[in-house]
């Protein structure tokens, strides 16, 4: 038995990337696992891989009734992970206002919204975690607005901790993780990318999505933390 055997753990954002990395953990864990994002073929897919303590249903966190919906339909949510977004990056000078806006409507707001509608769902010894980026405290490159929205996300964190406890709302900010996310970037920016990684950061090297997992996996299961950010970033954000 571990603290986390027959809890009902919903992802937003659990068919691929750090979001199924972490749906692979809690269901060796013993969890049941509810995942969640916008394409049925991939949870299908994911769904199929976890076995039968795995269900999930399509949703669209910047759609306020897909988001209904999708906690409407569930009996109880135990804990509470929301990677799922879609945005662009780049320099103030160089994008549209609707893409630089992508990162708050998706990210932020996605989140935002998520939590509000998962509120009722909430069992009294419930938590949340919320997923930022390490890009809050250090910019990697000039990329403003997703670099105030991971911010933002980060204060989110802490104004939800004291609306909704006891319920527990905490905040994971990684590094640049190698995974599902650049794996889908062309390959010389990732590989310039990972490089300039390796020499900003203490140790050395590019995360790894069970790394990140394990960090929410703490903050699922540690009983005195709330409000906090946790960053999984090998250091980056120290240097
Ligand atoms: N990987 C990194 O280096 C890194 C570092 C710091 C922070 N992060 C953050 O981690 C989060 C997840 O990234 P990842 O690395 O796990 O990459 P990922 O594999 O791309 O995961 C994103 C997941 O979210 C889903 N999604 C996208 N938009 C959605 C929406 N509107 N509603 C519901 N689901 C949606 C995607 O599936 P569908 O497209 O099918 O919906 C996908 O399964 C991102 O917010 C990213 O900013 C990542």
Known sequence: MSALTGRIVVIVG??????LQLARQVVAAGALVHLGGRTAARLSAAAAEL??????????????DSLAAFFGALDR?????????????GPMRELSDEEAASPFVTKFWGQYHAVKYAAA????DASVVLMAGAASVRP?????AYV??????????????????????????PGTIDGNLWANRPAAV?????????????LQRV?????????????????????????????YSLR
Do not use: M
């Not at 659990?14 to 979001?19: A, M, V």
């Not at 076995?51 to 306020?64: C, H, I, M, N, R």
């Not at 990140?212 to 409000?227: E, I, R």
């Open 14 to 19: 659990g068919g691929s990337g750090i979001g």
């Open 51 to 64: 076995g039968p303590a795995a269900t999930w249903q399509v949703v669209d966190s910047t759609e306020q």
């Open 77 to 89: 949510v135990d804990h509470l992970f929301t990677p799922g977004a879609s945005y662009t990056v």
């Open 121 to 124: 769902k909430l069992s009294a």
């Open 140 to 144: 990697p490159a000039a990329a403003p």
């Open 148 to 173: 105030a929205c991971n911010a933002a996300i980060e204060g989110l964190g802490r104004g939800l901790a004291v609306e909704l406890a006891p319920v527990r709302v905490n905040v994971v900010s």
């Open 190 to 202: 990732r590989a310039a990318s990972f490089a300039q990684y390796r020499k900003d950061t203490l």
């Open 207 to 235: 995360g790894k999505e069970s790394e990140v997992a394990d960090a929410v996996l703490y903050l699922f299961g540690n009983s005195y933390t709330t409000g906090s950010t946790l960053y999984p970033d090998g250091g």
